[in-house]
Nanobody
Framework: QVQLTESGGGLVQAGGSLRLSCVVSGGTFNTAAFGWFRQAPGKEREFVAR????????YYADSVSGRFTISRDNAKNTVWLQMNSLKPEDTALYYC????????????????????WGQGTQVTVSS
């Protein structure tokens, strides 16, 4: 069983920054891929960013590219999401998720591709 615990959310003004953390226990962190997703009220969960085994292999949704950065520290079993230039439309509950297999059967941007999820951390951006 893999457990993921997010933290770092909060209330911030537009243009501000937040850094989300996802601490992982169980499983094999070094070989896993991780994704960040978000879900706003009344909307579907959407892909934000993902990072593969290598910290250089990162992918972002167009809506956050250039503003958000995903990173990982294998020694600390932690994944981060640095969020800069935040906008009101970034307001959502942010989730960290893990993909453990070597292969991707489904689209890596599809939530079904991920095996375990955290409980989420709320990010609210005021205008």
């Amino acid at each position: 069983q893999v457990q993921l615990t997010e933290s770092g959310g909060g209330l911030v003004q537009a243009g501000g920054s937040l850094r989300l953390s996802c601490v992982v226990s169980g499983g094999t962190f070094n070989t896993a891929a991780f994704g960040w997703f978000r879900q706003a009220p009344g909307k579907e969960r959407e892909f934000v960013a993902r990072i593969l085994r290598s910290p250089d292999w990162t992918y972002y949704a167009d809506s956050v590219s250039g503003r958000f950065t995903i990173s990982r520290d294998n020694a600390k079993n932690t994944v981060w999401l640095q969020m800069n230039s935040l906008k009101p439309e970034d307001t959502a509950l942010y989730y960290c998720a893990v993909h453990q297999a070597d292969l991707w059967v489904h689209d890596p941007q599809d939530p079904v591709s991920y095996d375990f999820w955290g409980q989420g951390t709320q990010v609210t951006v005021s205008s």
